[in-house]
């Protein structure tokens, strides 16, 4: 292969997947579509799904709240997402700022989750992760409130197509 083509090789699929992700905003860009990807689809067997995942933990104050200490705070612990089962560690965003949080969480549920999402979904504010931030948590607790969430989805407190 000439050097030429290598570089071409090489470059071009970093075009795509910039172009792919150009309308997410900095801190999804930077932070979250390193392991989840640009189109949220993750990686099988290392990091979960985003896309179509996670758009009814909203129906619940508890899902807000969780996807709120789980950017905050980070996740450790093995979930099962989509049949497969992914055993790994979510590190904190605690260096973001609030904006920057809501901006990244926003874009998740209202682009890689618009499905899913209820219809009267309110956008998440910086002022929440504010407020949340002074919460004592560690990746362990919000994995145990994950693990609550997922049990009153599967209850069928609010109906879903098994998307967790």
Known sequence: ???GSLLV???FPLLTVARAGAQAPPAFQLRCA?????TGSGVPGIYPPLKDTIGEYVRLPEGRTFLIHLLL???NGAIKSRGSVYEGFMPP????SDSDLAEAINYVLGTLNAATVPHDFQPFTAMEFKTAR??????TDVFNEREKLI???DKGVT?????R
């Open 134 to 139: 002074a919460s004592p948590l560690t990746a």
């Open 73 to 75: 705070f980070g996740m």
């Open 34 to 38: 390193v392991c989840h990807q640009a």
């Open 151 to 153: 049990t009153f989805l």
């Open 9 to 11: 090789a090489w470059v």
């Open 93 to 96: 965003a605690t260096d973001l």
């Open 1 to 3: 292969m000439r050097a």
């Open 159 to 163: 109906a879903s197509s098994g998307h």
